[in-house]
């Protein structure tokens, strides 16, 4: 079966953050992220697949719970998926979803929050995403200049998680001003800063992770409780944003962990 044009100019629009935004869709992409989705309890439109799902791991069983959950699963041939795709080596799936509505501007006092100061890529948006549900943070603000969590990309590098995730969007004003009422401390990662392990333990936190190139505004530097780096023994100077900020949220979650 072929695909309607109306649903193939769709899926080439969500490629694009204006668009995607008009919308008010996001398209997920890949047996991981959209089984993801679908648990995480994403909204879904409609999704296409081809007869390569149903021959990789875990493919059948997606294909079925996509059937009990999606009113609509348009069946194509792999060499038409491959063309409405947004990978390489797409996997057989697609699934059209409503993006989640952003949620309210305020933070929960003794709330954990990642946020992203510019991040350009999508890639290292997703990642950190990622990182984030794992490490159990509440929510990420991401702020002007920040690749759109929703692409197609940032949603498959955070494996389908940013539908677990309350994100917000603010300027560095306002997320500085909501974290002042909340009484959130806000911890700035930079390379000049004080090893994060020195911090202590830190029930309520926000981290915000700066531009790959320039690191973070000063605003967000102005405001900082702490700024904290990671301990780099050996000759690599840097470490990307995704990779830093992972860990340094694992280095925050654990002293709180060990905490009496």
Same mark, same amino acid.
């Given at each position: 079966?072929?695909?309607?044009?109306?649903?193939?100019?769709?899926?080439?629009?969500?490629?694009?953050?204006?668009?995607?935004?008009?919308?008010?869709?996001?398209?997920?992409?890949?047996?991981?992220?959209?089984?993801?989705?679908?648990?995480?309890?994403?909204?879904?439109?409609?999704?296409?697949?081809?007869?390569?799902?149903?021959?990789?791991?875990?493919?059948?069983?997606? +294909?079925?719970?996509?059937?009990?959950?999606?009113?609509? &699963?348009?069946? $194509? %041939?792999?060499?038409?998926?491959? #063309? /409405? !795709?947004?990978?390489?080596?797409?996997?057989?799936?697609?699934?059209?979803?409503?993006?989640?509505?952003?949620?309210?501007?305020?933070?929960?006092?003794?709330?954990?929050?990642?946020?992203?100061?510019?991040?350009?890529?999508?890639?290292?948006?997703?990642?950190?995403?990622?990182?984030?549900?794992?490490?159990?943070?509440?929510?990420?603000?991401?702020?002007?200049?920040?690749?759109?969590?929703?692409?197609?990309?940032?949603?498959?590098?955070?494996?389908?998680?940013?539908?677990?995730?309350?994100?917000?969007?603010?300027?560095?004003?306002?997320?500085?001003?909501?974290?002042?009422?909340?009484?959130?401390? +806000?911890?700035?990662?930079?390379?000049?800063?004080?090893? &994060?392990?020195? $911090? %202590?333990?830190?029930?309520?936190? #926000? /981290? !915000?992770?700066?531009?790959?190139?320039?690191?973070?505004?000063?605003?967000?530097?102005?405001?900082?409780?702490?700024?904290?780096?990671?301990?780099?023994?050996?000759?690599?100077?840097?470490?990307?944003?995704?990779?830093?900020?992972?860990?340094?949220?694992?280095?925050?979650?654990?002293?709180?962990?060990?905490?009496?």
């Amino acid at each position: 079966m072929s695909l309607s044009q109306r649903r193939v100019q769709l899926l080439g629009r969500l490629r694009h953050r204006k668009t995607r935004e008009r919308e008010g869709l996001v398209l997920v992409e890949g047996i991981r992220s959209v089984g993801e989705a679908l648990k995480a309890g994403a909204e879904p439109v409609f999704a296409v697949a081809s007869p390569r799902l149903e021959g990789m791991a875990w493919g059948a069983g997606l +294909l079925s719970a996509l059937r009990s959950r999606v009113g609509e &699963v348009e069946q $194509v %041939g792999d060499r038409e998926l491959d #063309a /409405l !795709a947004d990978t390489e080596r797409p996997q057989g799936v697609l699934l059209v979803c409503r993006q989640p509505e952003p949620t309210s501007a305020s933070l929960d006092a003794g709330g954990r929050y990642l946020v992203l100061d510019a991040v350009q890529d999508p890639g290292n948006v997703g990642t950190l995403v990622r990182a984030a549900t794992a490490f159990d943070v509440a929510g990420v603000v991401a702020l002007d200049g920040t690749a759109d969590p929703w692409s197609p990309k940032a949603v498959r590098a955070s494996a389908g998680t940013a539908f677990r995730l309350a994100v917000r969007f603010a300027k560095a004003e306002e997320v500085t001003d909501l974290l002042e009422r909340a009484g959130i401390p +806000l911890l700035v990662a930079d390379a000049s800063g004080a090893d &994060v392990a020195g $911090v %202590g333990a830190l029930r309520s936190w #926000a /981290l !915000a992770v700066g531009n790959e190139g320039a690191g973070t505004r000063e605003t967000l530097r102005a405001a900082a409780s702490h700024m904290v780096r990671i301990p780099m023994p050996g000759p690599a100077e840097s470490l990307n944003a995704g990779v830093a900020g992972a860990i340094l949220m694992y280095a925050l979650t654990r002293e709180a962990a060990s905490a009496p």
